[in-house]
Nanobody, 125 residues
């Protein structure tokens, strides 16, 4: 069992930046493909970005392209989502997801096995 823990959410003005972090409590992220999802109030959850285990595969949803960057630091057992030029429509709870079946590739339309509890990002106009 992998317990994912997100952090880094908060309140930021439009145009600002935040860096979200995801780690595994008591275990390693090695061998796992990792993705960030988000769910805005009243909307369905949507994929934002993903990264393969070896960091040789990344994918971004259209709203994230050019503004968000996903990365991982194996030494720190962390995956990050750097979010720049934030917009009010980026307001959502952001979730980290992981799965051993995606160690070599990356995908957003995939039933990830492990999920964190989420961290709230609020972008004010």
């Amino acid at each position: 069992q992998v317990q994912l823990v997100e952090s880094g959410g908060g309140l930021v003005q439009a145009g600002g930046s935040l860096r979200l972090s995801c780690t595994a409590s008591g275990s390693t992220l090695d061998g796992l493909g990792i993705a960030w999802y988000r769910q805005a109030p009243g909307k369905e959850r949507e994929g934002v970005a993903c990264i393969s285990d070896r960091s040789d595969g990344e994918w971004y949803a259209d709203p994230a392209k050019g503004r968000f960057t996903i990365s991982r630091d194996k030494a720190e057992n962390m995956v990050y989502l750097q979010m720049n030029n934030l917009k009010p429509e980026d307001t959502a709870v952001y979730y980290c997801a992981a799965d051993h079946r995606l160690s070599k590739i990356c995908a957003l339309d995939f039933p990830y096995n492990y999920w964190g509890q989420g961290t709230l990002v609020t972008v004010s106009a």
